[in-house]
């Protein structure tokens, strides 16, 4: 009974659109740039073609920091979402 005045509860989430799009590029630029100053050993592991094009990221950290930057993206857009700022 409980899990179903839950569910009506449900928060309005909006579509993809351009700005859901560049709200989700800077969650994960400022990420980027958190792992770039945090990340003790960021060349560690396998490298990527053209390290240079990534900041001298390895695999490993490129793909910490990116799904990093995913998860505060979607925290994000679903807090600016219920805001009714986008």
């Known amino acids: 009974m409980m899990l179903l ?24 630029i400022v990420a980027i740039a958190i792992g770039k100053f945090s990340i003790q050993q960021p060349n560690a592991g396998p490298q990527l073609p053209s390290s240079n094009m ?8 490129v793909l910490a920091t990116t799904s990093f930057g995913h998860i505060l993206g979607a925290g994000v857009i679903l807090g600016l979402s219920s805001l009714g700022v986008i």
């Open 5 to 28: 005045a839950a569910a009506t509860n449900t928060p309005v989430t909006h579509a993809w659109s351009p700005t859901i799009a560049i709200v989700m590029i800077l969650c994960n």
């Open 54 to 61: 990534f900041g001298g990221f390895g695999l490993p950290a």
